[in-house]
T-cell receptor, first 118, second 114 residues
Framework: EAGVAQSPRYKIIEKRQSVAFWCNPISGHATLYWYQQILGQGPKLLIQFQNNGVVDDSQLPKDRFSAERLKGVDSTLKIQPAKLEDSAVYLC????????????????FGPGTRLTVL | KNQVEQSPQSLIILEGKNCTLQCNYTVSPFSNLRWYKQDTGRGPVSLTIMTFSENTKSNGRYTATLDADTKQSSLHITASQLSDSASYICVVTIYGGATNKLIFGTGTLLAVQP
């Protein structure tokens, strides 16, 4: 079974530039998550999708971050414009389903995209 | 406030030795607790999962314990190998609804030296 795919793996941009990350979850997984992981910290949830609808985006800095999941499969996360503090690893994860049934629902993570903002 | 704290922040051990990592949490309502292993440059991979009724779970040389009364968990690694060098993250799931939420600890960075 293929895992969660992310691209690019690395990205270096200057502040105020724009950047986009792509995620392809495991086939059949309805729930998709984007996390931001700053060096030395645990992942922080940015946004959670259930199929193509947003379930939780309470920690997404909406003035500069946006995400979409068209057709309930692939997802893109965009930052525009980037700031120095956005330097982090952006992780995408997916589960079969969310909600009350997810006690044993493992989140499968992709390898992440390491963003460096200069 | 929902929080997961891990200790130590980092640990260096010699190959073949055992070690124990700690996790304390203040999360409610509790659904389950997972330990993840995150290799450098990779996404986290689940090692164990326990609900409140389970107090121990093993996965090879990894054994996790859970005390739901004191809200503490530990991950014990037996006969460490160089490949165990990684960050170990304790993750607690808040129960309920479509917005089941994961609370991540900051991780323990383990270095196994030959």
């Amino acid at each position: 079974e293929a895992g969660v795919a992310q691209s690019p793996r690395y990205k270096i941009i200057e502040k105020r530039q724009s950047v986009a990350f792509w995620c392809n979850p495991i086939s059949g997984h309805a729930t998709l998550y984007w996390y931001q992981q700053i060096l030395g910290q645990g992942p922080k949830l940015l946004i959670q999708f259930q199929n193509n609808g947003v379930v939780d985006d309470s920690q997404l800095p909406k003035d500069r971050f946006s995400a979409e999941r068209l057709k309930g499969v692939d997802s893109t996360l965009k930052i525009q414009p980037a700031k120095l503090e956005d330097s982090a690893v952006y992780l995408c994860a997916s589960t079969i389903r969310g909600g009350d049934y997810s006690s044993y629902n493992e989140q499968f993570f992709g390898p992440g995209t390491r963003l460096t903002v200069l | 406030k929902n929080q997961v704290e891990q200790s130590p922040q980092s640990l260096i051990i010699l190959e073949g030795k055992n070690c124990t990592l700690q996790c304390n949490y203040t999360v409610s309502p509790f659904s389950n607790l997972r330990w993840y292993k995150q290799d450098t440059g990779r996404g986290p991979v689940s090692l164990t999962i326990m609900t409140f009724s389970e107090n121990t779970k093993s996965n090879g040389r990894y054994t996790a314990t859970l005390d739901a009364d004191t809200k503490q968990s530990s991950l014990h690694i037996t006969a460490s190998q160089l490949s165990d060098s990684a960050s170990y993250i304790c993750v607690v799931t808040i129960y309920g609804g479509a917005t089941n939420k994961l609370i991540f600890g900051t991780g323990t960075l383990l270095a196994v030296q030959p």
